[in-house]
């Protein structure tokens, strides 16, 4: 075809015809470009090989297949309706894939032959279902797995499409099914497997409606008229807020490249997911085989997807957001990796416009951090300045002065060297309501900053206590962790209401 091209365009050039115009001057038209998805090799699913699926719990995904001939892919799923925390204090009745929000995330190769198992505890009050975006076939596989509680059913499916795709309950009402967390993802590998990265992970956000404003305290039920209006109390990443901050945060090494399978449950919002600090070197879209590359946002539909990957360069705190952003920063959908290793000062140079989107271990503090391990105050005060400059000093000011009327100042605060465990309480929860610093009146409003360690908040205060000419004493993990204790003991009474 590649001869007849050509001779078809050298034709026109001498001729000068359009060679795309027409066809009608030769016999034999030049074939497309090959285009989606190549034959597959027809299967005997009785003489396959049988693999028992290895599922990936997030934020951990799925590991590669590494396989190069099509198998059967047997995998056994539980849904089991679990009450727990949604956020700090606050109980939620989730409808789960495997017991965790999102469901496992699903892994095979494009042509595999796959056997799913689902099973309904006896304990559940709900019939339920899977459709599998990766089938193709009525329902995408929930005519075939209505299952009642006390049951299981099963269905096969051969992977025709690679990509990577929504599963989802498609029970009715299914709008609450799906809002109560039950959805994942199937990843189907191209053939020849994804390109090698070092590091994967495997995040999904979703939308939730409680009665309940964002953090309000105690037991929330699902609130259907909110979900109607799509009107979300939180927006998530992995089924809670803070899933995957502090302690939890994920983490990579400077030159490894991570790769993050990205999906969005929904049910109702459409995520705008972006990395503060960083550019995604390729993103395949809704899962697609073609990866655009050097991209800054990328839109992932409710019930869609995404795999982004990219390279990290520079030890620091990346923030993971939907960029629709006052649901990062006021109903949860926040995420963080952590990057450790060698500075760069040319790719970075340390200086930030927003030390706020830093983090704690932003470059600018990493330096101050550096060598400063141990338990001594000196070595606390000196890692906690990256948190004082990564998180307070965006209001308190670097040399922690405030701005008249608006911020009190942390520099020899009358308020902050009186009272220790005030201090670390107002970090932990936030403080509003008119105080006096120094003998001037603020009534603003502080956010609660829980999503840092008691360790860096520990650290942070201690920096702070012990410099900008105040002289209080250090602050360890131990007393953060008292106070913590205290606000999440007074946020869950006896009788377990609000
Ligand atoms: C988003 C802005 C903001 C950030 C960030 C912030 N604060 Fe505050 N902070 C405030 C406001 C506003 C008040 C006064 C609240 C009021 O008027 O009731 C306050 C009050 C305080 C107080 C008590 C008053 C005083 O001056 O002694 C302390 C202590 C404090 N903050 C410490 C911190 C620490 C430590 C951090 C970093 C972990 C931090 N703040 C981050 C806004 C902020
Ligand atoms: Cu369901």
Redesign the pocket.
Known sequence: MKTNLIAVVTACILAGCNPGATTENHSEPAAPAPHGPQPLAAIDPATLPVVEATLGIAPLAAPPTNRHAPAKVVVRIEVKEETREIADGVRYTFWTFGGSVPGPMIRVRRGDYVELHLQNHPNNTMPHNIDLHAVTGPGGGATSTFTAPGHQTQFSFRALNEGTYIYHCATAPVGMHVANGMYGLIVVEPEEGLPPVDKEYYVVQGDFYTPGEYRAHGDQAFDMNRAIREDPSYVVFNGRDGALVGNNALTANVGQKVRLFVGNGGPNLVSSFHVIGEIFDHVYSEGASEATTNVQTTLIPAGGSAIVDFQVEIPGTYILVDHSIFRAFNKGALGMIRVTGADDRIVYSGREVDE?YLGAAGPAATAAAEGATGDSPEARARRGEA??LG??A???QRDAR?LPN?????AS?D??NADKT??IR??LAG?????T?NGTQ??????A?SN?TDHE?AD??TH?RSHFGNHGDAVTDAEVAAVRADIARAAAPAAGHP
Not at 431 to 435: R, T, V
Not at 442 to 447: E, R, V, W, Y
Request: aromatic content about 12%; glycine content about 8%.
């Open positions: 706020a948190t004082f998180v307070c965006t209001c308190h405030g608006l911020f009190p100042p942390l605060s308020y902050l005030r201090a107002t970090v403080l509003s309501g008119p105080i610093v603020f009534n603003g409003a502080m956010p900053f840092l908040i942070a205060l702070v």
